[in-house]
């Protein structure tokens, strides 16, 4: 539910950036969005034509980047790929994970005019 | 230029994965057709919750000052988020500045309960909103003591999803899980979990009648989150609150000293 707030919170990012990088229309967004990180991808593309609405963004694309989940095992001494919190060591199965990536929610790049 | 932070270094930066997806730099992905506008390319590289992290960042500059330690509490609706905070400020108070931030979608109730403690407090009113944000808890401090050393307590939307990925400027977020819910509610809800470093096991005057494990709750906690600390305790009787109390004094302390 609050990927409603994050997309309003992109659209404000859009408009800071359209004035500072002098750009009035935003014609496709692309995200970069990691496994970890508390946000639903389907939700962002669902909600973000609604929060565009009446906007610069209005009828933009929304392309998002999905990054896998990374951490550094500490039984293996070893980075492994994984897919949530909660989910063990795909090696060794040991939840001692320290995460290293995956977190992230980023605004990319911009195609505008 | 760096193309990943801006800087006009060439400085290397360090990656431990690698990126499986194309970066589609400087060429937009439609063929250009006369008569149309021109579109551009430009690179963000922004965090989507940048804005919530400048006011959270604020807002812990400000504790940071004040030498204030604020918690923020979350947990599902009715872990007995309020009861646990009534029982904790009327402890505290006359021995430690204490605030409370109330939030939830509706009423001013919780916020009508700490005040009958004479301890200050201020509701936030989410309307349809699921989490407290940054902005919201700043604005809320203005109507607020200055809470010198202090601990300021916030309490978050009942929500187990939403509030995770909210920071408020907080120096922990504790997580209250009641012996009335699953005990699986740390795998069901990882996120939440990952997010905090102290998980509360309240209500634990009901445990001889439910089927409430704390030792499987504390591991499918640590399953999720290694290094969470746990407290069992009980709003109501009053089992385990010094433990929590005595945290609770010993990060205010902390808080102190460092500010």
Known sequence: MHEMALCEGLVQSLEAQAAAQDFTKVHKVWLEIGALATVEPEAMRFNFPIVAQGTLAEGAGLEILCVDGHAWCMQCSAPVAIKAHGEGCPVCGSFQLQVRDGQQMRIKQLEVS | ?259
């Open chain 2, 1 to 259: 230029m760096c193309g990943v932070c801006g800087c006009g270094d060439n400085h290397v930066h360090e990656h431990d994965h690698d990126h499986d997806h194309a970066h589609g730099h400087g060429h937009p992905e439609h063929a250009h057709a006369p008569g149309l506008t021109p579109t551009r390319m430009v690179q963000v590289e922004q965090d989507i919750m940048a804005a919530n992290q400048r006011y959270a960042d604020a807002n812990r500059r400000l504790f940071a000052q004040r030498g204030i330690f604020a918690v923020n509490l979350v947990s599902s609706p009715g872990s007995g988020k309020t009861s646990l905070l009534v029982k904790t400020v009327e402890a505290l108070k006359g021995e430690i500045p204490v605030a409370v931030i109330e939030g939830d979608q509706q009423t001013g109730l919780d916020a009508e309960r700490i005040k009958a403690t004479g301890v200050p407090a201020w509701q936030i009113n989410t309307g349809k909103g699921c989490h407290l944000d940054a902005h919201g808890v700043g604005h809320a401090l203005e109507h607020l003591p200055e809470l010198q050393g202090g601990i300021l307590f916030i309490e978050n939307v009942g929500n187990l999803v939403c509030p995770a990925g909210f920071d408020l400027g907080e120096a922990h977020k504790v997580v209250v899980l009641s012996t009335t819910e699953g005990e699986d509610k740390p795998l069901k809800y990882p996120d939440m979990f990952y997010a905090s470093d102290l998980m509360l096991l309240n209500k634990s005057d009901l445990l001889p009648y439910v089927d409430f494990s704390v030792e499987k709750a504390e591991a499918f906690a640590r399953q999720v989150h290694p290094s969470i600390k746990s407290i069992t305790l009980s709003a109501r009787t009053g089992e385990g609150m010094e433990t929590w109390l005595a945290w609770l004094r010993a990060a205010a302390a902390l808080a102190r000293i460092a500010a």
